[in-house]
């Protein structure tokens, strides 16, 4: 599915200047696959979910990241939506004035315009977003907002993941999308995710918690620090994670932080 | 209550006027001070006391090549009187439109007016518009600014019956080598009164806008409540705004703000909306559009509101298409 390979990326900062953020990146998730990333602040989670959908500000140093044989990296972000590549932001931003229909439709019609196929029509449209906001406790209310204007935390990242489920991508990074939800929310969002794993759609969810992983069982865990990945171990890893902190890894690896 | 005229022998110049971006006698040219003055074609809308109408009062006001145009628009409406009108610009050639607008609003007098300047591109428009309102009155004025080469839009207003509403309201969609002044004193007099302005202007190639408003709290005025706000979206390089918000408060007890804002379209949201598919140019007309439309909806009417967003959205389309 998703193959990174020795990936190196940098921030263009404002006076000009380059800082490396992504340092040797390595990562290869099967189609069907649940991975979690887990790591310190600062590690460069974000920065790597940002690079691989698309963001401008960051360069590519070296490295290549490979999509059921696309080369990603050559495209621009609609470009990779269409690709299937979906990010769940971990800051989802407010768009005042674009109310959340006309945002949804948009995006579904813009995904299959460039699959090549016909615009949904207005009762496929409303059935489709109906049926699966109503899945994730999305209320009319919201629905008659602006994108994310007056969401709660939790709203909104139950609108990522309501997104997530409209244009069923084939590869979706959850960038903390735990953080800011109470247990109730973290059940349905859970649910959210657990209903898209077909053994097909892989996954690449980025969480400091591990409550989350109890309800969205991980393959592989991975612990990130300083731009790469220093420890990929199965499910338990979180757990250990969890008990010792990661004080105990980050010594033990040369180049440490 | 004579109207303020701007004759051609007395334009300001550079050195009367306060604000120096705009040089009338220069902007206007040889050709455009040569132009034949036409007699002054005049419209009053006049309602009585307490009359209500249903439907709007049309205005059209058409430029002609080589003529000095000099309309004048008189809209009175005595006391609890309610009215709409809806006054179109348009026009072909080279002219100058030099209109002078008087409004009288009685007390309790409701006035909805829409102002949709599309004049010719090498059209210059000049507007003086005084506004007098009186106890308990309101207005709701809403102002389109897209065509001509050069356009002075300078709106007065005193406040002079307390509890009076008045809200002042724009969209300047400029590209070219146009140029826009808005010019706002909103003078409040007396006490209670409310004022809003809100103006969002886009502006592309080498356009330059201009704002300039001025809240002015006269020490009756207590509990005067005045906001303000301006914002630009450029969409290139060489457009410029310059903007200058100022309150004057001689009263106490008042609430009164400002805030403007000049850039590029914000690169998050518009990152947003492409990692969901869409292209650029459609993430950028979603975008920009619910940024005017804001505005826009200010409108109390539907049918017009949705007349100027089809208005804005083709200019709109038109621009980013070229990108
Ligand atoms: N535009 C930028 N300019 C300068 N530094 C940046 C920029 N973007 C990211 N960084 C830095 O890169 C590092 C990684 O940031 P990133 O947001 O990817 O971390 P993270 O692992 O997601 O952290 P968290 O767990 O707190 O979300 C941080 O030190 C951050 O300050
Ligand atoms: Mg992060």
Redesign the pocket.
């Known amino acids: 599915m998703i193959k990174i390979n020795n990936l190196h990326a940098s921030?263009e900062?404002a006076d000009g200047t380059k800082?490396e953020?992504i340092k040797g990146f390595n990562l290869e998730i099967k189609p069907g696959e649940v991975h979690a990333i887990m790591?310190p602040?600062?590690?460069?989670?974000?920065?790597?979910s940002y690079v691989l959908s698309g963001r401008d500000?960051y360069k590519v140093t070296s490295g290549s990241v490979d999509v059921d044989g696309i080369d990603l990296l050559a495209l621009n972000p609609e470009e990779r939506a269409a690709v299937g590549v979906f990010l769940a932001f971990?800051y989802p931003v407010e768009i005042p004035g674009v109310n959340m229909n006309v945002f949804l439709k948009a995006a579904v019609n813009a995904v299959r315009k460039q699959h090549g196929e016909e615009e949904l029509d207005a009762l496929g449209m409303l059935k489709l977003i109906k049926g699966k906001s109503r899945e994730l406790g999305i209320t009319d209310d919201m629905m008659s907002r602006a994108v994310n204007v007056g969401f709660s935390g939790g709203e909104k990242k139950r609108n990522e993941i309501l997104q997530m489920a409209i244009l069923e991508p084939k590869f979706c990074i959850l960038d903390?999308t735990d953080s800011g939800l109470d247990i109730d929310a973290m059940k349905v969002v859970a649910e959210g995710v657990n209903k898209l794993r077909d053994g097909e759609r892989s996954f690449l969810v980025i969480t400091?918690y591990q409550r989350l992983l109890d309800y969205i069982k991980p393959d592989v865990v991975h612990i990130m620090a300083d731009g790469k990945i220093i420890k990929t171990g199965d499910a338990g890893l979180a757990l250990e994670l969890e008990e010792k902190g990661y004080g105990e890894f980050l010594g033990g690896e040369e180049g440490a932080v | 209550m004579s109207l303020r005229v701007l004759d051609r022998n007395a334009l300001p110049t550079p050195k009367q006027e306060q604000w120096k971006y705009t040089n009338l006698q220069k902007a206007l040219g040889e050709d455009l001070l040569k132009v034949r003055p036409q007699a002054p074609e005049q419209i009053l809308v006049h309602k009585l006391a307490g009359e209500v109408s249903s439907e709007p009062d049309m205005v059209v006001w058409k430029g002609e090549n080589g003529i000095h145009h000099q309309p004048r628009l008189k809209i009175l409406l005595e006391d609890k009187a309610q009215a709409t009108v809806i006054e179109h610009h348009q026009g072909a050639g080279s002219y100058w439109k030099n209109m002078g607008t008087e409004i009288l609003l009685g007390a309790g007098a409701q006035l909805n007016y829409i102002r949709i300047q599309n004049e010719s591109i090498d059209a210059v428009h000049t507007d003086m518009v005084h506004i007098d309102m009186n106890r308990d009155a309101r207005l709701n004025f809403f102002s389109l600014n897209l065509g001509g080469k050069l356009m002075r839009h300078d709106v007065h207003t005193v406040i002079n019956g307390s509890g009076a509403q008045c809200q002042l309201n724009g969209v300047n969609l400029l590209r070219g080598s146009q140029h826009c002044d808005t010019t706002i004193l909103m003078e409040h007099v007396a006490p209670n009164s409310v004022s809003r302005q809100f103006y969002r202007s886009i502006l592309d190639d080498s356009a330059h806008g201009v704002f300039q408003g001025k809240v002015h709290v006269h020490k009756e005025a207590k509990k005067t409540d005045g906001y303000q706000l301006a914002n630009t979206i450029l969409l290139s390089q060489g457009a410029r705004m310059n903007t200058k918000p100022e309150l004057e408060i001689y009263a106490d007890d008042v609430k009164c703000s400002h805030g403007t804002t000049t850039g590029a379209l914000d690169e998050e949201p518009l990152f947003y909306l492409r990692s969901r598919g869409l292209s650029e140019a459609q993430a950028r007309l979603l975008l920009i559009q619910a940024f005017v439309d804001e505005v826009i909806d200010k409108i109390n009417d539907e049918t017009q509101s949705g007349q100027i967003k089809d208005l804005a959205e083709k200019w709109l389309k038109t621009q980013l298409e070229q990108k």
């Open positions: 921030v900062i800082k953020i790591g602040n600062g590690a460069g989670k974000s920065t790597l500000g971990q903390e400091h």
